[in-house]
């Protein structure tokens, strides 16, 4: 799991993250001596801070990002071993994944690999044989979104807008409509 970080991306972020912050605290240092001189002055003395707090900041950003990597790649490392345990699904099971996978590609931001269930079905294992993760809340949205416009007839069965103009006419009308039940609710 550690290996993920010592990829050539990584290497060269490690390297650009430690020149940043010794070039940082070495622009600090010289705006202290700066300071500190005759011609000196409270802006000098300003810099002088600011430049190791941005040292820290690429620090924790730094810090951050390799934490958000490894749990990323644990993730990943998780759901490759589930995997196995659902590659002895029927075919009628790969059947009904496959069409939760065409309505998947239907969606605006393409298929939601944050959910294990579609992820497993369209893989061709059985959607219900792993445990369903909660949705994101971007696919969750595109798919609230995609059924109101089915719910109205402002789609085709096979995804397409049925006319473009009454489909974001629909979607002007909803918007009005919830900002009206804002109003009435404030």
């Known amino acids: 799991m550690r290996s993920e970080?010592?990829?050539?991306?990584?290497i060269l972020l490690h390297v650009v993250t430690v020149v940043i912050m010794l070039v940082s605290l070495r622009l600090g240092w010289w705006q202290w001596e700066r300071s500190q001189s005759v011609g000196g002055?409270?802006?000098?003395?300003?810099?002088?801070?600011?430049?190791?707090?941005?040292?820290?900041?690429?620090?924790y950003v730094w810090w951050r990002w390799t934490r958000l990597e490894l749990e990323q790649a644990a993730e990943r490392?998780?759901?490759?071993?589930?995997?196995?345990e659902n590659a002895?699904?029927?075919?009628?099971?790969?059947?009904s994944g496959a069409s939760q996978a065409d309505d998947d590609a239907a969606l605006p931001g393409g298929p939601s690999a944050s959910t294990p269930a579609r992820a497993v079905g369209a893989a061709g294992a059985s959607p219900?044989?792993?445990?369903?993760?909660?949705?994101?809340?971007?696919?969750?949205?595109?798919r609230r979104q995609l059924d109101r416009l089915r719910a109205r007839g402002a789609m085709e069965r096979d995804g397409t807008p049925a006319d473009e103009l009454s489909q974001y006419n629909g979607y002007l009308a909803e918007l009005s409509d919830s900002d009206a039940e804002r109003a009435r609710q404030a």
Not at 41 to 59: E, I, K, S
Not at 88 to 95: E, F, G, Q
């Open 88 to 95: 002895t699904a029927s075919v009628d099971s790969t059947m």
């Open 41 to 59: 002055d409270g802006q000098n003395l300003g810099y002088a801070a600011l430049w190791p707090a941005m040292a820290a900041f690429v620090g």
């Open 128 to 142: 219900s044989a792993a445990a369903p993760a909660p949705e994101s809340a971007r696919a969750a949205a595109a």
């Open 77 to 84: 490392d998780r759901s490759a071993a589930a995997e196995p």
């Open 5 to 10: 970080l010592l990829r050539p991306r990584w």
